[in-house]
T-cell receptor
Framework: RKEVEQDPGPFNVPEGATVAFNCTYS??????FFWYRQDCRKEPKLLMS???SGNEDGRFTAQLNRASQYISLLIRDSKLSDSATYLC??????????FGAGTRLFVKA | DTAVSQTPKYLVTQMGNDKSIKCEQN?????MYWYKQDSKKFLKIMFS???????INETVPNRFSPKSPDKAHLNLHINSLELGDSAVYFC???????????FGPGTRLLVL
């Protein structure tokens, strides 16, 4: 089993739709969790950190479920510009962060 | 002002050659990383350094040798390049382990 697993997609959604991604992790001792966004032929960039209490940033909401060992990302009112690959990442408490393979999102007009 | 920069951006070379990629960060971070992203887009950690010290070497072949002359720089030298080394190599930095990482623009390596 991979340490961090994501559905690769692609998710094809119309503008304005709500879309949710999950990411499961196997290391229960993990301390930090993140969602990164990667555009085609670009570097990953932090979208948001994921806290135990969950966090929201505009149209984006991230949740952490330690009991079931997954994190989620909810995007409301999707925009064309949200089309990208979304990578979940797990900090293992040391100097190693493990990335998922990414979920591709296409938002269409 | 670029936070994490890498050179070169593109690298096309023949099998068997030796090449280097340079990385610099101006964020004052203590920790730097090298990642390899293959054609399937899987981002895999290769090395991490903290305060110029090697912390993680993720079973990378000996042909890959990182070097950190100071906290702001982490270079990657690759000997005897192979076809399978073709990938995008990203440098990244963070304040410390497990914290938000800032990535460079990537170096696209193609080995012919």
């Amino acid at each position: 089993r991979k340490e961090v697993e994501q559905d690769p997609g692609p998710f094809n959604v119309p503008e304005g739709a709500t879309v949710a991604f999950n990411c499961t992790y196997s290391n229960s001792a993990s301390q930090s969790f993140f969602w990164y966004r990667q555009d085609c032929r670009k570097e990953p960039k932090l979208l948001m950190s994921v806290y135990s209490s969950g966090n929201e940033d505009g149209r984006f909401t991230a949740q952490l479920n330690r009991a079931s060992q997954y994190i989620s990302l909810l995007i409301r009112d999707s925009k064309l510009s949200d089309s990208a690959t979304y990578l979940c990442a797990q900090g293992t408490g040391g100097f190693k962060t493990i990335f998922g393979a990414g979920t591709r999102l296409f938002v269409k007009a | 002002d670029t936070a994490v920069s890498q050179t070169p951006k593109y690298l096309v070379t023949q099998m068997g050659n030796d090449k280097s990629i340079k990385c610099e960060q101006n964020l004052g971070h203590d920790t730097m990383y090298w990642y390899k992203q293959d054609s399937k887009k899987f981002l895999k950690i290769m090395f991490s350094y903290n305060n110029k010290e090697l912390i993680i070497n993720e079973t990378v072949p000996n042909r890959f040798s990182p070097k950190s002359p100071d906290k702001a720089h982490l270079n990657l030298h690759i000997n005897s390049l192979e076809l399978g080394d073709s990938a995008v190599y990203f440098c990244a930095s963070s304040r410390g382990g497990g914290e938000t990482q800032y990535f460079g623009p990537g170096t696209r390596l193609l080995v012919l």
